[in-house]
């Protein structure tokens, strides 16, 4: 008995040096060159937003406009011209978009871990997929987006050997042409 009251007093002070080792490594991670994490004090305008913020809730008002006209132009990576233009009523949506989730857990509101409630034809089910702030499931292709000093909504998509831009105003393109040459090395 004496010996396990000694072994609860060496778990109990373990636990309390653990604890204050922990408290005071209070400084976050580093790299391996010493830097830590740091943070900033981020202020938020009139409307309790930050810019971010904002510019995220302008994006979606934005693209659910309903009646609006984008532009789309697709860029060739290589040469810089312009593929192809064309006037997008309302905005380009990409095929990962869905209205349902891929994934159900079984019919019914029983299932349990589920955290989401859908009816899909009239039955009801559960899914763990989150609904998006424009209605819809699934992943859009990865972009940057903007609003310019003018205002106008830019969005841009860079892939493989074109570059596709968005934008609710009409852009004025010039064309530009590479001229590349090939040095045979001696």
């Known amino acids: 008995m004496k010996n396990l ?10 636990i309390i040096i653990s604890l ?11 790299t391996d060159s010493g830097i830590t994490k740091t943070s900033a004090q981020i ?24 009646g609006s006209i984008k532009h789309l132009y697709v860029i060739s990576a290589y040469s810089g ?29 029983d299932t349990p871990g589920a955290s989401n409630y859908i009816t ?7 899914t763990n997929e989150m ?22 909504y830019h969005q841009h998509y860079i892939t493989g050997g074109q570059i596709l831009h968005i934008s609710d105003q009409p852009l004025e393109v010039k064309s530009v042409v590479i001229n590349m040459e090939i040095i045979q090395p001696k």
């Open 5 to 14: 009251k000694t072994i609860i007093k060496l778990f109990v002070i373990a």
């Open 43 to 66: 202020k938020t305008g009139s409307d309790g937003l930050t810019i971010e913020q904002r510019n995220i809730k302008k994006r979606i008002e934005n693209d659910n406009l309903i």
């Open 131 to 152: 609904i998006e702030e424009d209605g819809t499931f699934g992943n859009s292709i990865e972009y940057i987006y903007w609003f310019d000093q003018k205002g106008i």
């Open 20 to 30: 204050i080792v922990s408290c005071e490594n209070q400084e976050g991670p580093k």
């Open 120 to 126: 899909i034809g009239g039955t009801q089910y559960t």
């Open 81 to 109: 011209q312009v593929l192809i233009y064309s006037t997008v009523d309302g905005k380009v949506t990409s095929s990962g978009k869905r209205l349902t989730p891929k994934t159900v857990n079984g019919n019914g509101y």
